[in-house]
T-cell receptor, first 115, second 112 residues
Framework: EAGVAQSPRYKIIEKRQSVAFWCNPI?????LYWYQQILGQGPKLLIQ????????DSQLPKDRFSAERLKGVDSTLKIQPAKLEDSAVYLC?????????????FGPGTRLLVL | GQQLNQSPQSMFIQEGEDVSMNCTSS?????WLWYKQDPGEGPVLLIA?????ELTSNGRLTAQFGITRKDSFLNISASIPSDVGIYFCAGQLAGSARQLTFGSGTQLTVLP
């Protein structure tokens, strides 16, 4: 079974530029998560989708971050404009239906450096 | 947001030694999870705990869900070089709609 795919793996941009990350979850997984992991910290949830609907985006900085999952499969996360403090690893994860005892499977992440 | 206090922050141990790490919180959790993250990769689930007092093993790894539901520990016995990595605890708060809150991680180094 293929895992969670993410691209690009690395991205370097200058502050105030825009950037987009892509995630393809495990086939058949209804729930998709985007996390931000700052160096030296654990992942922090940004947004959770159930199919193509948003379940929780309470920690997403909506003035600059946006995410969509239009067809309920793959998803994109965008930052516009980027700030220095956005430098982090952006992890995508998926689970079958988001149930309380379901495992979240993580992708390898996209490493963003904002200069 | 809710805080998980994970300790120690880092550990250097000799190959073959046992190691223990733990997470505590002031909040009650329904689920405790332990993940390992290798460089350049996403976290991988090691052990999941769903009931207070539960003790679960996965090979050389053993984890327990604290009776108070506010803490958990992970033990690794007879460490080997491939145990090197960052270990994260994560929990689902009671009534949290399945959100995971992660600790800040324990960086484990195993010396030959």
């Amino acid at each position: 079974e293929a895992g969670v795919a993410q691209s690009p793996r690395y991205k370097i941009i200058e502050k105030r530029q825009s950037v987009a990350f892509w995630c393809n979850p495990i086939s058949g997984h209804a729930t998709l998560y985007w996390y931000q992991q700052i160096l030296g910290q654990g992942p922090k949830l940004l947004i959770q989708f159930q199919n193509n609907g948003v379940v929780d985006d309470s920690q997403l900085p909506k003035d600059r971050f946006s995410a969509e999952r239009l067809k309920g499969v793959d998803s994109t996360l965008k930052i516009q404009p980027a700030k220095l403090e956005d430098s982090a690893v952006y992890l995508c994860a998926s689970s079958k239906s988001g149930g309380a005892q379901e495992t979240q499977y993580f992708g390898p992440g996209t490493r963003l450096l904002v200069l | 947001g809710q805080q998980l206090n994970q300790s120690p922050q880092s550990m250097f141990i000799q190959e073959g030694e046992d190691v223990s790490m733990n997470c505590t919180s002031s909040s009650i959790f329904n689920t405790w999870l332990w993940y390992k993250q290798d460089p350049g990769e996403g976290p991988v689930l090691l052990i999941a705990l769903y009931k207070a007092g539960e003790l679960t093993s996965n090979g050389r790894l053993t984890a327990q869900f604290g009776i108070t539901r506010k803490d958990s520990f992970l033990n690794i016995s007879a460490s080997i070089p491939s145990d090197v990595g960052i270990y994260f605890c994560a929990g689902q708060l009671a009534g949290s709609a399945r959100q995971l809150t992660f600790g800040s991680g324990t960086q484990l180094t195993v010396l030959p």
